[in-house]
């Protein structure tokens, strides 16, 4: 079952321009991770926050948790024709018998223009 | 090894026809897990290993489906009697179990499924 729903499903900028990406989710996490996939094949963790914390930078990305509304946000800066991928949140929750389990979105394409 | 390997990269297989699926994650990660990922898809959760034990095996889509790992390594995931719906990318990922809650998981690069 889908847990996070990133918002919005394709996103097209200039280089140059901040990208926004959301993600929402619905149940108790341990942490939510983001994920940067080229070309349908592997994906790259890119950050990770725990329940407990607000905000985490790591170069030009910005990502921010809210539990109490269950969303989060990934702000990439300063936005370069390298940065062209699929973006996906995964939420980090205990599935019970001693199990963890990353759930997916669909994720966010994201498009930025030379 | 330096990262998660996954073989075959392609796969091409007759409707009907047993596939099987490796998986060879970094050293000293005890926890693996499969994702199916269909085309312009999200990730779809498989099974899960802690150690050579699949605590959770409760997003295999049918029993035609298993998976096993040995000596705490490689995994294989094995897909019998192939359907056209099997075809998707299928992805590995592995994790410290002490680390997952802090650096994430390492992704393979996949093995793509084609049924016809």
């Known amino acids: 079952s889908q847990q996070g729903e990133e918002d919005p499903q394709a996103l097209s900028i200039q280089e140059g321009e901040n990208a926004t990406m959301n993600c929402s989710y619905k149940?108790?996490?341990?942490?939510l991770q983001w994920y940067r996939q080229n070309s349908g094949r592997g994906l790259v963790h890119l950050i990770l926050?725990?329940?407990?914390?607000r905000e985490k930078h790591s170069g030009r990305l910005r990502v921010t948790l809210d539990t109490s509304k269950k969303s989060s946000s990934l702000l990439i800066t300063a936005s370069r024709a390298a940065d062209t991928a699929s973006y996906f949140c995964?939420?980090?929750?205990?599935?019970?018998?001693?199990?963890?389990?990353?759930?997916f979105g669909k994720g966010t394409k994201l498009s930025v223009i030379p | 090894g330096a990262g998660v390997s996954q073989s075959p990269s392609n796969k091409v297989t007759e409707k009907g026809k047993d596939v099987e699926l490796r998986c060879d994650p970094i050293?000293?990660?005890?926890?693996l897990y499969w994702y199916r990922q269909s085309l312009g898809q999200g990730l779809e959760f498989l099974i899960y290993?802690?150690?050579?034990?699949?605590?959770?095996k409760s997003g295999l889509p049918s029993d035609r489906f298993s998976a096993e790992r040995t000596g705490g390594s490689v995994s294989t995931l094995t897909i019998q009697r192939t359907q056209q719906e099997d075809s998707a990318v299928y992805l590995c990922?592995?994790?410290?179990?002490?680390?997952?809650?802090?650096?994430?998981?390492?992704f393979g690069s996949g093995t793509r499924l084609t049924v016809v």
């Open positions: 926050i725990r329940s407990n914390e």
């Open positions: 149940t108790s996490i341990n942490n």
């Open positions: 290993f802690q150690g050579n034990s699949a605590p959770d």
């Open positions: 050293s000293g990660h005890t926890a």
């Open positions: 995964a939420t980090d929750e205990y599935s019970g018998a001693g199990s963890y389990q990353l759930t």
């Open positions: 990922a592995s994790s410290h179990y002490l680390n997952r809650g802090y650096r994430g998981y390492t």
